[in-house]
Protein backbone atom coordinates (compact mmCIF):
# COMPACT_ATOMS: atom_id res chain seq x y z
CA UNK A 1 0.00 0.00 0.00
CA UNK A 2 1.22 3.51 -0.68
CA UNK A 3 0.56 6.87 1.57
CA UNK A 4 0.19 8.52 -1.57
CA UNK A 5 -2.20 6.90 -3.70
CA UNK A 6 -4.22 4.75 -1.21
CA UNK A 7 -6.70 5.90 1.44
CA UNK A 8 -5.13 4.36 4.85
CA UNK A 9 -6.70 1.65 6.11
CA UNK A 10 -9.04 1.54 9.53
CA UNK A 11 -10.07 -1.78 9.37
CA UNK A 12 -7.96 -4.87 8.37
CA UNK A 13 -10.18 -7.86 7.39
CA UNK A 14 -13.02 -6.30 7.84
CA UNK A 15 -12.73 -5.13 11.36
CA UNK A 16 -12.03 -2.10 12.95
CA UNK A 17 -8.73 -1.43 14.28
CA UNK A 18 -7.34 1.51 16.38
CA UNK A 19 -5.55 3.51 13.76
CA UNK A 20 -4.12 6.68 16.25
CA UNK A 21 -0.13 6.87 16.70
CA UNK A 22 -0.49 6.64 20.48
CA UNK A 23 -1.78 2.79 20.34
CA UNK A 24 0.97 1.87 18.11
CA UNK A 25 3.22 3.73 20.44
CA UNK A 26 1.42 1.77 23.68
CA UNK A 27 2.06 -1.75 20.73
CA UNK A 28 5.76 -0.77 20.75
CA UNK A 29 6.38 -0.47 24.68
CA UNK A 30 4.31 -3.71 25.06
CA UNK A 31 6.40 -5.84 23.27
CA UNK A 32 9.62 -4.48 24.73
CA UNK A 33 8.23 -4.83 28.39
CA UNK A 34 10.24 -8.07 29.31
CA UNK A 35 8.21 -8.36 33.00
CA UNK A 36 4.82 -9.30 30.72
CA UNK A 37 4.76 -12.94 29.59
CA UNK A 38 4.57 -13.42 25.59
CA UNK A 39 0.85 -14.79 25.62
CA UNK A 40 -0.20 -11.59 27.75
CA UNK A 41 1.32 -9.59 25.25
CA UNK A 42 -0.43 -10.74 22.56
CA UNK A 43 -3.45 -10.72 23.74
CA UNK A 44 -3.08 -6.42 24.82
CA UNK A 45 -2.20 -6.11 22.04
CA UNK A 46 -5.00 -7.21 20.11
CA UNK A 47 -7.17 -5.69 22.84
CA UNK A 48 -5.40 -2.14 22.21
CA UNK A 49 -5.91 -2.90 18.61
CA UNK A 50 -9.02 -4.07 18.06
CA UNK A 51 -11.86 -2.13 19.73
CA UNK A 52 -14.42 -5.10 18.62
CA UNK A 53 -11.85 -7.65 20.37
CA UNK A 54 -13.99 -9.89 21.18
CA UNK A 55 -15.96 -10.47 17.80
CA UNK A 56 -12.25 -12.19 16.94
CA UNK A 57 -12.90 -15.26 15.11
CA UNK A 58 -9.14 -16.23 13.85
CA UNK A 59 -6.55 -15.00 15.81
CA UNK A 60 -4.05 -15.97 13.64
CA UNK A 61 -4.90 -13.91 11.12
CA UNK A 62 -5.88 -11.04 13.66
CA UNK A 63 -2.46 -10.93 14.69
CA UNK A 64 -0.59 -11.35 11.30
CA UNK A 65 -3.20 -8.11 10.30
CA UNK A 66 -1.97 -6.17 13.46
CA UNK A 67 1.45 -6.66 12.48
CA UNK A 68 0.93 -5.38 8.80
CA UNK A 69 -0.65 -2.60 10.37
CA UNK A 70 1.66 -1.68 12.33
CA UNK A 71 4.38 -2.29 9.42
CA UNK A 72 2.62 0.61 8.00
CA UNK A 73 1.47 -1.89 5.19
CA UNK A 74 4.88 -3.07 4.34
CA UNK A 75 6.53 -6.18 3.97
CA UNK A 76 9.44 -7.31 6.37
CA UNK A 77 12.69 -6.62 4.72
CA UNK A 78 15.05 -9.30 4.32
CA UNK A 79 13.09 -11.51 6.30
CA UNK A 80 14.41 -15.10 4.38
CA UNK A 81 17.53 -13.38 4.16
CA UNK A 82 18.50 -13.81 8.16
CA UNK A 83 21.67 -15.54 8.87
CA UNK A 84 21.34 -15.27 12.63
CA UNK A 85 23.92 -12.90 12.66
CA UNK A 86 21.86 -9.63 12.21
CA UNK A 87 22.30 -7.58 15.37
CA UNK A 88 19.73 -5.22 15.99
CA UNK A 89 20.60 -2.06 17.22
CA UNK A 90 17.76 0.21 18.32
CA UNK A 91 18.49 4.27 17.72
CA UNK A 92 15.21 5.43 19.36
CA UNK A 93 12.34 4.87 22.20
CA UNK A 94 9.30 6.13 22.21
CA UNK A 95 9.42 5.81 26.12
CA UNK A 96 13.11 7.51 26.75
CA UNK A 97 13.09 9.98 23.85
CA UNK A 98 9.83 10.75 23.87
CA UNK A 99 10.64 14.43 24.59
CA UNK A 100 13.15 14.77 21.75
CA UNK A 101 10.42 13.39 19.50
CA UNK A 102 7.96 15.43 21.24
CA UNK A 103 10.05 18.76 20.51
CA UNK A 104 11.46 17.27 17.35
CA UNK A 105 7.46 17.15 15.89
CA UNK A 106 6.96 20.81 17.21
CA UNK A 107 10.22 22.07 15.63
CA UNK A 108 9.66 20.86 12.27
CA UNK A 109 5.77 20.25 12.12
CA UNK A 110 4.41 22.75 13.97
CA UNK A 111 2.72 19.94 15.54
CA UNK A 112 1.95 19.72 19.24
CA UNK A 113 1.63 15.80 20.12
CA UNK A 114 0.12 16.86 23.06
CA UNK A 115 -2.98 18.59 21.66
CA UNK A 116 -3.69 16.71 18.78
CA UNK A 117 -6.75 15.04 18.74
CA UNK A 118 -6.27 12.02 16.31
CA UNK A 119 -2.92 11.38 14.03
CA UNK A 120 -3.10 7.72 11.70
CA UNK A 121 -0.26 5.64 12.66
CA UNK A 122 1.22 5.97 8.96
CA UNK A 123 1.06 9.39 8.88
CA UNK A 124 3.22 9.83 12.51
CA UNK A 125 5.18 7.01 11.48
CA UNK A 126 5.90 8.89 8.21
CA UNK A 127 6.73 12.14 9.82
CA UNK A 128 8.81 10.88 12.11
CA UNK A 129 10.90 9.33 9.44
CA UNK A 130 11.13 12.50 7.54
CA UNK A 131 12.49 14.55 10.61
CA UNK A 132 15.45 16.36 9.56
CA UNK A 133 19.08 16.28 10.87
CA UNK A 134 18.46 19.72 12.57
CA UNK A 135 15.82 17.81 14.86
CA UNK A 136 18.12 16.60 18.13
CA UNK A 137 16.59 13.39 18.10
CA UNK A 138 17.74 12.69 14.31
CA UNK A 139 21.36 13.44 15.86
CA UNK A 140 20.58 11.64 18.56
CA UNK A 141 19.56 8.52 16.23
CA UNK A 142 22.65 9.12 14.25
CA UNK A 143 24.75 9.02 17.33
CA UNK A 144 23.29 5.72 18.35
CA UNK A 145 23.65 4.59 14.81
CA UNK A 146 26.84 5.21 14.19
CA UNK A 147 29.37 2.33 13.46
CA UNK A 148 33.13 3.19 15.40
CA UNK A 149 35.12 0.96 13.25
CA UNK A 150 34.37 2.53 10.39
CA UNK A 151 35.87 6.22 11.74
CA UNK A 152 39.35 6.09 11.23
CA UNK A 153 40.16 9.54 12.72
CA UNK A 154 40.67 9.05 16.43
CA UNK A 155 39.54 12.46 17.46
CA UNK A 156 35.94 11.97 15.34
CA UNK A 157 35.91 8.49 16.92
CA UNK A 158 36.69 9.55 20.51
CA UNK A 159 33.62 11.96 19.94
CA UNK A 160 31.18 9.68 18.42
CA UNK A 161 32.09 6.57 21.13
CA UNK A 162 31.18 9.75 23.65
CA UNK A 163 27.87 10.91 21.98
CA UNK A 164 26.86 6.96 21.70
CA UNK A 165 27.92 6.58 25.31
CA UNK A 166 26.23 9.64 26.52
CA UNK A 167 23.06 8.63 24.65
CA UNK A 168 22.78 5.46 25.11
CA UNK A 169 19.57 3.56 25.40
CA UNK A 170 19.32 0.96 28.30
CA UNK A 171 19.99 -2.34 27.42
CA UNK A 172 15.89 -4.17 27.02
CA UNK A 173 17.26 -7.51 26.44
CA UNK A 174 15.97 -10.14 28.31
CA UNK A 175 18.78 -12.27 30.20
CA UNK A 176 18.34 -14.98 27.80
CA UNK A 177 18.64 -12.78 24.70
CA UNK A 178 21.61 -11.22 26.57
CA UNK A 179 23.65 -15.00 27.23
CA UNK A 180 22.51 -16.06 23.87
CA UNK A 181 24.54 -13.28 22.09
CA UNK A 182 27.56 -14.03 24.22
CA UNK A 183 27.48 -17.49 23.38
CA UNK A 184 27.36 -16.43 19.80
CA UNK A 185 30.43 -14.43 19.91
CA UNK A 186 32.45 -17.70 20.84
CA UNK A 187 31.15 -19.02 17.23
Not at 2 to 8: E, F, P, R, V, Y
Not at 58 to 83: H, P, T, V
Request: charged share 30%; net charge positive; aromatic share 14%.
Amino acid sequence: MSLLIHKLPVQVNGMVINTDFKISILFELLMQDEKIKKELKIMKALQLYYPDFKKISDYEKAIEQMLWFYRCGKELANSNKSNGNNKYNQIYSYEFDDNYIYSAFLQQYNIDLQEIKYMHWWKFKALFDGLNENTEIVKIMGYRSVNLSQIKDIEKRKYYKKMKRLYALPDMRTQEEKETEFARSFL
